[in-house]
């Protein structure tokens, strides 16, 4: 046990002080938990990687979670901030086009951004992986939320941003932000202020549901009370924070019902949502790369953002 807590300290000390020179040579990493993460168990199957030089971290490489920092630049900063949760089935992180790239787009216009390295789901590291992804994104939204001021942001305009099933998490904690699934005395609230959804995975449901995320999330048999406390369209209420979203008709891993019907229970509550449909561009395009009309999204984003004011300090 002893030398479990140990591992787990060199680790946590190791990603809060390295520089990542795979995403920026001036990123900052920045250590969710200093080593004290809740549930967490050791297995020799599992080592950290702070270089993310490449497009994918496999899960095995994730242990302690991490915030990459983005800073606005100073004289465009807005004060709005995005936490990006890279998709990957809750399997891995497609941490670079859907990390990076997106960080540094969200810089270009005045937004403070942090992409987050969260643990994916797996028994062998976590005493209960279907909240260990919740841990990590509830956590980040407190520490960025108590650090605002020291690093220059709008306590009130912090998001959420994910991709595929990053889309799930970030949904999730638009939706069970205040289930507690840690023991903290952080009193900060994790309710994000808006919510960026991007070919999200919404669903549990099986009709609609991406089942790669929802098996890596929920085992091969979950009981129906946890198939819809994390079929998020189930979950929306008053406080759910309003969201953008993007998705393709054509997208053959995540049916564009799972946007539908979260856009259509957003609105059913009167919460702001607005939903980007587009006929081609299937899965994982990231930031966009064709010539189609699904890679415009981020200009719309960038206006619904301006029309929120976010974009304006």
Same mark, same amino acid.
């Given at each position: ?85 890279? $998709? ?42 279907t909240i260990g992804p919740m ?12 650090? &605002?001021?020291?690093? $220059? ?11 595929? &099933? ?45 089942? $790669? ?34 998705h393709s008709l054509d997208d053959? &891993? ?24 587009y006929p081609t561009g299937k899965? $994982? ?29």
């Open positions: 046990m002893m030398v479990s807590k140990l591992k787990l300290t060199m680790l946590a000390f190791i990603c809060l002080m390295t520089i990542s020179g795979g995403l920026s040579a001036q990123t900052k990493v920045i250590d969710l938990w200093n080593g004290k993460i809740p549930g967490a168990k050791y297995s020799n199957h599992f080592k950290q990687m702070v270089d993310t030089a490449a497009g994918w971290v496999d899960k095995h490489s994730i242990v302690n979670p991490c915030l990459y920092f983005y800073p606005a630049p100073v004289a465009k900063a807005s004060g709005a901030a995005v936490i990006i949760c890279p $998709g990957g089935a809750y399997g891995g992180l497609a941490i670079k086009h859907e990390g990076e790239q997106v960080a540094k787009w969200l810089n270009r216009l005045g937004v403070t951004a942090f992409v987050l390295k969260y643990r994916l789901p797996d028994d062998s590291i976590m005493e209960n992986k841990q990590d994104g509830q956590r980040a939204i407190r520490l960025v939320r108590s650090h &605002a001021k020291e690093w $220059g942001i709008n306590p009130a305009k912090i998001g959420i941003m994910g991709f595929s &099933a990053g889309g799930h998490l970030a949904a999730t904690l638009s939706t069970l932000y205040n289930d507690k699934v840690y023991e903290s005395d952080d009193q900060m609230s994790a309710r994000p202020d808006f919510s960026i959804l991007i070919y999200p995975v919404i669903s549990m449901n099986g009709d609609i549901t991406h089942w $790669g995320s929802r098996i890596n999330l929920l085992g091969n048999s979950p009981t129906q009370e946890m198939v819809k406390h994390y079929s998020n369209e189930l979950q929306v209420n008053d406080k759910t924070p309003p969201a953008f979203m993007v053959d &891993a995540v049916p564009v019902q799972n946007s539908i019907n979260y856009a259509l229970a957003l609105h059913k509550a009167n919460i702001s949502c607005e939903l980007h449909l899965h $994982g395009y990231g930031m966009g790369k064709s010539t189609d009309t699904e890679s415009s999204w981020p200009e719309t984003c960038r206006k619904w953002m301006e029309v929120r004011g976010l974009l304006v300090k």
